[in-house]
């Protein structure tokens, strides 16, 4: 016999993982298509992985598979915006050293 109401949460927890990590997939699309950061906030990226963090140790401590997958590919995504905007950040930085440098 099968249990509607651990099926219905087995639900409820795909659709929501998969709205709530999907939706930093256009992001990431965005950013290494214009190699562009301009309005993300570093504070914002810091908050976000350690709350996943967070979510994925939560998950293990609940042994739910569906909370430590969703989340491990969010970290994931997060990670890849976190290294462009690190790449980008010192490159600008190091290209402002040179400007500077060449005008002195």
């Not at 249990?3 to 709205?19: E, R």
């Not at 914002?44 to 989340?71: A, E, P, Q």
Request: charged fraction near 10%; aromatic fraction near 16%.
């Amino acid at each position: 016999m099968i249990n509607i109401d651990t099926t219905a949460s087995f639900f409820v927890g795909l659709f929501s993982g998969f709205g709530t990590t999907s939706s930093f997939l256009p992001q990431v699309i965005h950013i290494y298509k214009t190699n562009s950061i301009s309005g993300l906030s570093p504070y914002l990226l810091f908050i976000h992985i350690c709350g996943t963090t967070g979510w994925i140790l939560y998950g293990f401590l609940r042994k739910d598979m569906i909370i430590i997958s969703f989340n491990i590919i969010s970290f994931t995504l997060l990670s890849l915006i976190i290294c462009k905007y690190v790449q980008i950040y010192y490159l600008n930085s190091i290209s402002r050293m040179i400007e500077i440098s060449s005008i002195v």
